[in-house]
């Protein structure tokens, strides 16, 4: 772009563009608000994210096309934002999630809803539930399963007997950050934490000399951002976002010891997703003839035979059952609950078989 020779030139093209891109946002926000006249009418749900997938999807791929400067994850960040935005001009909707704020399923929430949203922290898996099943909020926010501890037991006992539906997934690692309002590092005295996190950040602790200072367990890494928010002597090992929400400046990042540890969240509703050609379903399954042996391999020998792919299987005690024991299997696998082959599978089981949801595979 020759025709900027100077900074100056540079800042008034952009101040040029800023304009043009407000312009059109407000024109497409003009058509959002449409769009949500019509849903509220037609009582459909706002919240598409086969829709949003299948935007970004095309986005991508024309960047690629033009040799734009904007990467895919870039795209997604940008346009999940305006997405949210959009979402909250339709119809205002409140998100229950796990809390206290400033936790990894806060961060995981507002990933997807923006910072617009009204949220509804909760102190427990089952407040979620019961708050999305009173019709107190409309979407909810919990983890399903950490790449290290495995699935999360409370969340599928309780999609088992729930009328919510997972209506998306996400993956999202999980790092943690050194925040400290101190100058510098000698200046620190203590450091709060929950005491997990002090056990993720060993050799980060070690490697700076932190061994020797005062480590404070809490409840959780929100609750050590706001005592480190209250001491400029005090340091917190905590969320990006924690940090961020009471006003802690964030010192270090990413300082776990393990930098693979990934969590899936879920985000519960009750609408049913269209199919969108990239689609996960999860069911849970109590075979009648459990206690005969292969009636699981019998059972899984309908999904090769019309070639699904399962990418999770697990099983899970059931607590219906008094004495012996009793088994649910959940499994996840790729594609529609109401693509044809899928149908002629759960058509063949459809007293053992509980529909969790179908949804747009997240990016793992």
């Known amino acids: 772009m020759s025709e900027y020779k100077t900074l100056e030139d540079c800042r008034e093209a952009i101040d040029s563009i800023d304009n043009e891109m407000l312009q059109l946002l407000n024109r497409r926000m003009e058509v959002v608000e449409r769009v949500g006249e019509i849903k509220t009418e037609s009582g459909g749900a706002i919240y598409r994210p086969e829709r949003e997938k299948a935007i970004i999807s095309r986005l991508i791929a024309l960047s690629k096309e033009s040799k734009g400067l904007l990467n895919a994850s870039a795209i997604e960040a940008i346009f999940l934002e305006i997405f949210a935005v959009a979402r909250n001009l339709e119809l205002p909707e409140r998100i229950a999630y796990l809390g206290p704020e400033g936790s990894f399923t806060h961060q995981a929430a507002e990933s997807r809803f923006g910072a617009m949203s009204e949220y509804l922290s909760l102190n427990s898996i089952e407040s979620v539930f019961n708050t999305l099943n009173a019709g107190r909020a409309k979407f909810g926010v919990v983890p399903i399963e950490n790449s290290r501890d495995g699935i999360v037991g409370e969340t599928l006992d309780l999609l088992s007997k729930s009328h919510v539906k997972i209506v998306a997934e996400l993956y999202m690692p999980i790092h943690v950050s050194f925040a400290?309002?101190?100058?510098?590092?000698?200046?620190?005295?203590?450091?709060?934490?929950?005491?997990?996190?002090?056990?993720?950040?060993?050799?980060?602790?070690?490697?700076?000399?932190?061994?020797?200072?005062?480590?404070?367990?809490?409840?959780?890494?929100?609750?050590?951002?706001?005592?480190?928010?209250e001491d400029e002597n005090a340091a917190a090992i905590c969320s990006h976002i924690a940090a961020k929400l009471y006003g802690v400046p964030t010192m270090f990042e990413n300082i776990e010891d393990e930098s693979d540890n990934a969590t899936r969240f879920v985000i519960l509703s009750d609408f049913k997703n269209g199919m969108?050609?990239?689609?996960?379903?999860?069911?849970?399954?109590?075979?009648?003839?459990?206690?005969?042996?292969?009636?699981?391999?019998?059972?899984?020998?309908?999904?090769?035979?019309?070639?699904?792919?399962?990418?999770?299987?697990?099983?899970?005690?059931?607590?219906?059952?008094?004495?012996?024991?009793?088994?649910?299997?959940?499994?996840?696998?790729?594609?529609?609950?109401?693509?044809?082959?899928?149908?002629?599978?759960?058509s063949k089981h459809t007293d053992e078989v509980t529909w969790l949801g179908s949804y747009v595979k997240g990016e793992e």
Request: hydrophobic share 40%; charged share 30%.
């Open 276 to 346: 969108s050609g990239e689609d996960k379903t999860s069911i849970l399954v109590r075979l009648k003839d459990a206690v005969e042996a292969g009636a699981l391999v019998h059972f899984l020998q309908d999904f090769d035979a019309q070639n699904i792919n399962l990418s999770k299987i697990e099983s899970r005690p059931s607590k219906d059952k008094e004495g012996g024991f009793d088994y649910w299997f959940y499994i996840d696998f790729f594609g529609h609950i109401d693509d044809i082959e899928i149908q002629k599978v759960l």
């Open 180 to 229: 400290t309002k101190a100058r510098k590092i000698e200046n620190i005295t203590k450091i709060y934490s929950k005491d997990k996190g002090f056990g993720q950040c060993r050799k980060f602790l070690s490697e700076h000399g932190f061994y020797d200072i005062e480590q404070i367990p809490v409840e959780s890494t929100a609750k050590a951002a706001i005592l480190a928010a």
